[in-house]
Nanobody
Framework: QVQLVESGGGLVQAGVSLRLSCAASRGTLSTNAMAWFRQAPGKEREFVAGISPSGGSTEYADSVKGRFTISRDNAKNTVYLVMNSLKPEDTAVYFC??????????????????WGQGTQVTVSS
């Protein structure tokens, strides 16, 4: 059973950058579409960024476009999210999800059947 483990979150000031990682244990992610979602207190989980199995296709939420970059290293079974110019409204628990599909289907959370435990990102003003 593949497990996803997110890391890289923390408490930072507005304007700085963070890099989140999502690593797979006991398995491979190279054939999975992957995505990052986030959930702020009292809000629903929302899509942040998605990437195809090869890394050739990506999608971003409008709120992060131009600031965040999703990438993957299939040799390391790891997906990354580089977050630049962080804002207080980016504060949330960030989750990575794996879609069993071998191509990127889109950003709906029900496509992603495997989730990590999340990593907290807090951005102070």
């Amino acid at each position: 059973q593949v497990q996803l483990v997110e890391s890289g979150g923390g408490l930072v000031q507005a304007g700085v950058s963070l890099r989140l990682s999502c690593a797979a244990s006991r398995g491979t992610l190279s054939t999975n579409a992957m995505a990052w979602f986030r959930q702020a207190p009292g809000k629903e989980r929302e899509f942040v960024a998605g990437i195809s199995p090869s890394g050739g296709s990506t999608e971003y939420a409008d709120s992060v476009k131009g600031r965040f970059t999703i990438s993957r290293d299939n040799a390391k079974n790891t997906v990354y999210l580089v977050m630049n110019s962080l804002k207080p409204e980016d504060t949330a628990v960030y989750f990575c999800g794996a879609d069993p599909s071998r191509y990127y289907r889109g950003h709906y959370p029900w496509y992603f059947e495997l989730w990590g435990q999340g990593t907290q990102v807090t951005v102070s003003s």
